[in-house]
Every structure is written in structure tokens, then in C-alpha cells.
């Protein structure tokens, strides 16, 4: 179970992180 909430919040941060590289796209 932990490992699942560990990987959501690394999606979350990358996610976050891509849109912080990239706002044009967003």
C-alpha cells in the first residue's frame, strides 16, 4: 500500500514539475 502512495506522489510531482518546465503547453 505504501509503495502505491509513494508512486502517486511521485506522478503528482512530475506532473507538477512538467508543467512548472513547461507552461506554453499548459
Given at each position: 500500500?505504501?509503495?502505491?502512495?509513494?508512486?502517486?506522489c511521485l506522478?503528482?510531482?512530475?506532473?507538477?514539475?512538467?508543467?512548472?518546465?513547461?507552461?506554453?503547453?499548459?
Amino acid at each position: 500500500m505504501f509503495s502505491a502512495l509513494f508512486i502517486l506522489c511521485l506522478v503528482v510531482f512530475g506532473y507538477l514539475i512538467y508543467v512548472l518546465l513547461r507552461p506554453e503547453k499548459f
